[in-house]
């Protein structure tokens, strides 16, 4: 069935540093791929989303590429802020249907001034 | 801005309470969830509804139950509350799985 993986953090930058956190992702067909974060204290907020090969979602400056020849989804900031400190989840639909959704583990991103 | 509201935001309880952790939503959408995110922030599914009437089990079991008598409330209930049951509990819904889903802000659990 779907599944997908996502780098273990935490992951700790500077201000105005580049990030990237990877996903990988194993699917039947293409599906939607999807990022969602949390902040301290919050529920999941969608983030972005690629409903097809070759698709970039983007929102807040974060980006992430639909890539069906590496089977990845990472996500990426040029330059990261300190309200960008947040957990940051990677998730596609389950095998079979797009009812429900597979997380990944979660990704804590620390930002320092 | 969320459409979709939890109550409480925060709750603790004693053990053998019998607690009713509250989800609405405006949106009208007919697929609604419930995960359990533990401490290392996975998510697991515990239940979840694809309309009025319908309500299963997740991957991963659960002592909870849910109703769905309503499109816009997806009430999760826990008869005997118990240590093991601290946790933050959040809920979504979803028009099409396939658009993703909209989150709750979640309510922290904790029974001592």
């Known amino acids: 069935g779907n599944s997908v993986t996502q780098m273990e953090g935490p992951v700790t930058l500077s201000e105005e540093a580049f990030l990237t956190i990877n996903c990988t992702y194993t699917?039947?067909?293409?599906?939607?791929l999807f990022w969602y974060v949390q902040y301290p204290g919050e529920g999941l907020q969608l983030l972005l989303k690629?409903?097809?090969?070759?698709d970039k979602g983007s929102n807040k400056g974060f980006e992430a590429t639909y890539r069906k020849e590496t089977t990845s989804f990472h996500l990426e900031k040029g330059s990261v802020q300190v309200s960008d400190s947040a957990v940051y989840f990677c998730a596609l639909p389950v095998s079979g249907g797009y009812n429900k959704l597979i997380f990944g583990a979660g990704t804590r991103l620390a930002v320092h001034p | 801005e969320a459409d979709i509201y939890q109550t409480p935001r925060y709750l603790v309880i004693g053990t053998g309470k019998k607690i009713t952790l509250e989800c609405s939503q405006t949106m009208g959408h007919d697929k609604m969830y419930w995960y359990q995110q533990d401490p290392g922030m996975e998510l697991h599914l515990i239940h979840y509804s694809y309309g009025v009437n319908s309500t299963e089990k997740g991957d991963l079991s659960s002592e909870s139950t849910v109703s769905r008598i309503r499109t816009e409330h997806f009430p999760l209930t826990l008869e005997s509350a118990r240590p093991s049951h601290t946790s933050q509990y959040l809920c979504a819904s979803s028009e099409l799985g396939g658009r993703g889903y909209t989150f709750g802000s979640g309510t922290r659990l904790t029974v001592v």
């Open positions: 690629a409903t097809k090969a070759d």
């Open positions: 699917a039947t067909g293409y599906p939607s």
